[in-house]
T-cell receptor
Framework: AQTVTQSQPEMSVQEAETVTLSCTYD???????LFWYKQPPSRQMILVIR??????QNATENRFSVNFQKAAKSFSLKISDSQLGDAAMYFC????????????FGEGTQLTVNP | GAVVSQHPSWVICKSGTSVKIECRSL??????MFWYRQFPKQSLMLMAT?????????EQGVEKDKFLINHASLTLSTLTVTSAHPEDSSFYIC?????????????FGNGTRLTVT
């Protein structure tokens, strides 16, 4: 079964600085999607960014970018110019055809942004 | 954008009673819906997958007689927690998929906070 691991339960960053959240996963498949979701205190799940495994180019969405290392099965999220509104729980997630199209989540990383 | 409405957003019930949570896709047909459970400061754990018109597929360790899932139409799935107990108190989230493929867009409901007293 596929597993997703986030080894940083908590991270903090100064406002306007850059922070990187780590994620590793285990799979034997070659075609899948990886996601980063943000969950603020409201607990609404917000899609931050997604990466298709067959695309070598790292996905970017404004201040958010990923470093996708397929061979190493690593998928880190970089947040540039951190803002107070970025404070939230961040989940890395995996999805593939053989997993029934479900999302498998990592344990989450609680990000604090200090003013 | 696509909207998934989950209702109620929060509910308090007494131990032994049943609670129904609805998940509706408002502007698209959801072939598949997923139900997750999240304890405080923990990750989302998949409880079951429901496909319209067929029985739900439950994850290992999830009691199907306790957590009844019905997906009677392409826009509505319901989760009923039967004979609720305090340990069932949790945050429940539904996710609707536009298609059955792993690259079909997924849309989250806002979640339901269940407290059993």
């Amino acid at each position: 079964a596929q597993t997703v691991t986030q080894s940083q339960p908590e991270m903090s960053v100064q406002e306007a600085e850059t922070v990187t959240l780590s994620c590793t996963y285990d799979t034997s498949e070659s075609d899948y999607y990886l996601f980063w979701y943000k969950q603020p205190p409201s607990r609404q799940m917000i899609l931050v960014i997604r990466q298709e495994a067959y695309k070598q180019q790292n996905a970017t969405e404004n201040r958010f970018s990923v470093n996708f290392q397929k061979a190493a099965k690593s998928f880190s999220l970089k947040i540039s110019d951190s803002q107070l509104g970025d404070a939230a729980m961040y989940f890395c997630a995996y999805r593939s055809a053989t997993s029934g199209s479900r999302l498998t989540f990592g344990e989450g990383t609680q990000l604090t942004v200090n003013p | 954008g696509a909207v998934v409405s989950q209702h109620p957003s929060w509910v308090i019930c007494k131990s032994g009673t049943s609670v129904k949570i609805e998940c509706r896709s408002l502007d698209f047909q959801a072939t598949t819906m997923f139900w997750y459970r999240q304890f405080p400061k923990q990750s989302l754990m998949l409880m079951a997958t429901s496909n319209e018109g067929s029985k739900a597929t439950y994850e290992q360790g999830v009691e199907k007689d306790k957590f009844l899932i019905n997906h009677a139409s392409l826009t509505l799935s319901t989760l009923t927690v039967t004979s609720a107990h305090p340990e069932d108190s949790s945050f429940y989230i539904c996710t609707a998929s536009r298609g059955s493929s792993y690259n079909s867009p997924l849309h989250f409901g806002n979640g339901t906070r269940l407290t059993v007293t």
